[in-house]
């Protein structure tokens, strides 16, 4: 079992910036490929950001491309994502997802994943 606990989101005017984190405890946090999900009200959730077990290797969803960025410290145990130039339509829970991964390869696709964490809010205001 891997847990994942997400935190970081806030209310936040266009235009400006959160960095969430996630937190992994319970297994080896290097044998996983982690991904960000977000989910809108009365949406279905939604890639955001992914990143395999290295680092080396990141893949971001179009709408986002070019103002966050995904990044993670094996050492810290810790998942992040930098976002920057906030829009009102980035409004959503951002969700945490693990995968047990043994290539440095990226998931892109929710059923991918095995684990999840609980979600943080962001609200971006215009």
């Known amino acids: 079992q891997v847990q994942l606990v997400e935190s970081g989101g806030g209310l936040v005017q266009a235009g400006g910036s959160l960095r969430l984190s996630c937190a992994a405890s319970g297994r080896t946090f290097s044998n996983y490929a982690m991904g960000w999900f977000r989910q809108a009200p009365g949406k279905e959730r939604e890639f955001v950001a992914a990143i395999g077990w290295s680092g080396s290797r990141t893949n971001y969803a179009d709408s986002v491309k070019g103002r966050f960025t995904i990044s993670r410290d094996n050492a810290k145990n810790t998942l992040y994502v930098q976002m920057n130039s906030l829009k009102p339509e980035d409004t959503a829970v951002y969700y945490c997802?693990?995968?047990?991964?043994?290539?440095?390869?990226?998931?892109?696709?929710?059923?991918?994943?095995?684990?999840w964490g609980q979600g943080t809010q962001v609200t971006v205001s215009s």
């Open positions: 997802a693990a995968k047990r991964a043994d290539l440095v390869i990226v998931f892109v696709n929710a059923y991918e994943y095995n684990y």
